[in-house]
């Protein structure tokens, strides 16, 4: 039996408007050069005895859990989860949750600023002819997909909202995912919502939802356009950082041809 494998994951990119500013990786990178110069003193050796004079290569990060492909704990929502448990964080998110089949909504055709409704989840399982059951992986496909890295990145695609994600969650969702930059609808058209109605409840209305009902969700997916809507395996574990909000991963979508 064949397998493809298909890559969800962004790369982790300095000079890009991938993050709001104060959220922006930085990366330094040290070439073989270097790497002798920092190497071979722990060694006793001198840089010329290194194999062509060379070093490791490495790179520095000054960067935020929250950066490139990454999913968020329960914690990074709101302090407590199940409606008063303390809510997990990224290290103790369970290994189970991780795996599982994929189910793809395609949510392209939505609006920027456009938070997803209970209904539009039912009608678009309804359309692909799928029933979730526990353990599925949702990966929601927006018009953000395929703007990383541009300007425009941040304002674009559709956002899930509560009633949405706790229609995934009481069906024993417990990681899904977007391609947008928020699970959320995006930062700016929170803002003018809040600003329309006085109702502050609409800020992370997404996110919040994990408050009632524990679950994990991933940002900065990739490619999300080349999945059907299901017939495959996703996986995505995340690093393990201790007491984290969250953790960067490498998700990916599984075909057994």
Not at 14 to 29: C, F, N, Q, T, V
Not at 116 to 135: M, Q, T
Not at 192 to 217: D, M, P, Q, V
Request: aromatic share 8%; hydrophobic share 40%.
């Amino acid at each position: 039996m064949a397998r493809r494998i298909v890559d969800l994951s962004v790369s982790l990119k300095a000079g890009i408007p991938s993050d709001p500013p104060p959220l922006l990786p930085k990366i330094r990178y040290f070439d073989h050069d270097h790497g002798a110069e920092d190497f071979a003193p722990m060694v006793g050796l001198a840089p010329s005895q290194m194999l062509d004079g060379k070093g490791p290569a490495s790179e520095e990060l000054e960067v935020t859990t929250h950066a490139g492909t990454h999913m968020d704990a329960p914690w990074h929502y709101h302090p407590t989860m199940n409606n008063g448990e303390r809510a997990i964080t990224i290290d103790e998110v369970p290994l189970e949750w991780c795996m599982g089949p994929g189910v793809k909504l395609d949510f392209r055709h939505l609006p920027d600023g456009h938070v997803v409704k209970a209904s539009e989840v039912e009608a678009e399982l309804k359309r692909i002819g799928h029933e979730l059951a526990p353990g599925d992986i949702v990966l929601v496909n927006t018009s953000a997909g395929l703007r990383y890295g541009e300007d425009d990145y941040l304002a674009r695609g559709c956002g899930m909202g509560r009633e949405a994600t706790l229609y995934l969650t009481t069906r024993g969702v417990r990681v899904c995912g977007i391609d947008a930059w928020s699970w959320d609808a995006p930062l700016k058209h929170q803002r003018e919502a809040i600003a329309r109605t006085g109702n502050a409840s609409l800020f992370w209305e997404g996110h919040k939802a994990g408050a009632e009902i524990g679950y994990c969700h991933i940002e900065k997916l990739s490619n999300l356009e080349q999945l059907p809507a299901t017939g495959y395996t996703v996986c995505a574990f995340p690093v393990k950082v201790e007491c984290g909000s969250a953790g960067w991963v490498r998700a990916v979508a599984i075909f057994e041809d």
